[in-house]
């Protein structure tokens, strides 16, 4: 699974954004497929995640704000980011997990993106 990320950009605090991830690879499907970010200067951190099956999660800090979906149709995942803040500011990253294990760890995703940068101004 090859996985390309875009969408990122420069917003005001209170905007929004929708970042993409496609992927390639047949595999897309039966994966569930992650977004993590990167502040500048702090560890890759957990997003959200959707299961092949369609359920969601979403991290405390951006519960409310944030919304994971998929489209089967187009291998895609998406981050729909509002309200955004100037803390959501980082390198945010797809990634893809085919076979078991937590998905709020990193360790677990096998296939990653290229990232792609959000910058929330105040």
């Known amino acids: 699974v090859q996985l390309q990320a875009s969408g990122g950009g420069l917003v005001q605090a209170g905007g929004s954004l929708r970042l993409s991830c496609v992927a390639s690879?047949?595999?897309?499907?039966?994966?569930?497929m992650g977004w993590f970010r990167q502040a500048p200067g702090k560890e890759r951190e957990f997003v959200a995640a959707?299961?092949?099956?369609?359920?969601?999660s979403t991290a405390d800090s951006v519960k409310g704000r944030f919304t994971i979906s998929r489209d089967y149709a187009k291998n895609t995942v998406y981050l729909q980011m509002r309200s955004l803040k100037p803390e959501d500011t980082a390198v945010y990253y797809c990634?893809?997990?085919?076979?078991?294990?937590?998905?709020?760890?990193?360790?677990?995703?096998?296939?990653w993106g290229q990232g792609t940068l959000v910058t929330v101004s105040s």
């Open positions: 690879g047949r595999a897309f499907s039966s994966c569930t």
């Open positions: 990634a893809a997990k085919p076979y078991s294990g937590s998905y709020l760890t990193e360790s677990s995703y096998r296939y």
């Open positions: 959707v299961w092949s099956g369609g359920s969601t």
